[in-house]
């Protein structure tokens, strides 16, 4: 009887001490990850655009006033003084609903930010190791809350990933996309051209 006490003592102490330590994430941390389902790999805004029109829209989102010193929307870093050829990158954000994969937004961010919201394909790529350290450095975490962070959101695309998904991209029939001269419909999966890479 003296035996289980002590382990019932030892496990509450156990609960108590982990309840104690528990990491609070905030639920929308400066910078995120952004994880697509796996079924949607390769089809994005890039992959539905030819090659002058991504970059035209490109240069659209890095040259809005906001942008114009040419450093990242979240960190206000440069990917020239991370080491890579260029300042920044397009970043295109997404709802998840309903089966439908929505574009709402366009970014103007750094490479280093870009590869922290890709970490799955960063991490196939050879960059985990950095993309974890910036994770960290943006959102002043430490290795425990990254790591709890980077769980939930892989949790989050392996639950997405078993359902299908349609492509919507009525985001750039603004009239301040108007220059890409397409019709955008709520059904541009099968327009894309996924042989372009992931992101």
Not at 61 to 67: A, D, E, G, L, M
Not at 153 to 167: I, P
Not at 173 to 189: D, G, P, R, V, W
Request: charged share 20%.
């Amino acid at each position: 009887m003296g035996t289980l006490l002590i382990i019932i003592a030892i496990a509450a102490l156990i609960i108590v001490f982990k309840k104690i330590n528990a990491v609070e994430l905030p639920t929308k941390p400066k910078l995120q990850i952004e994880l697509v389902p796996a079924s949607m790999h390769g089809c994005n805004v890039r992959s539905r655009l030819s090659q002058s029109q991504w970059k035209m829209l490109c240069n659209t989102t890095h040259n809005t006033p906001k942008y114009a010193v040419a450093k990242c929307s979240i960190c206000g870093g440069n990917g020239k003084t991370q080491g890579f050829p260029h300042a920044l990158e397009c970043h295109e954000q997404w709802e998840y609903d309903n089966g439908i994969q929505k574009l709402v937004n366009l970014l103007s961010i750094c490479p280093m930010c870009h590869k922290v919201f890709h970490y799955g394909l960063s991490v196939k790529m050879g960059y985990g190791p950095k993309a974890f350290e910036h994770l960290k450095k943006v959102n002043r975490w430490n290795d425990e809350q990254a790591n709890q962070y980077i769980e939930k959101a892989t949790s989050k695309v392996k639950a997405q990933s078993k359902q299908t998904w349609e492509l919507d991209l009525t985001f750039l029939n603004k009239a301040k996309y108007s220059y890409l001269h397409t019709k955008f419909t709520t059904q541009e999966k099968f327009n894309c051209n996924t042989s372009m890479g992931e992101y």
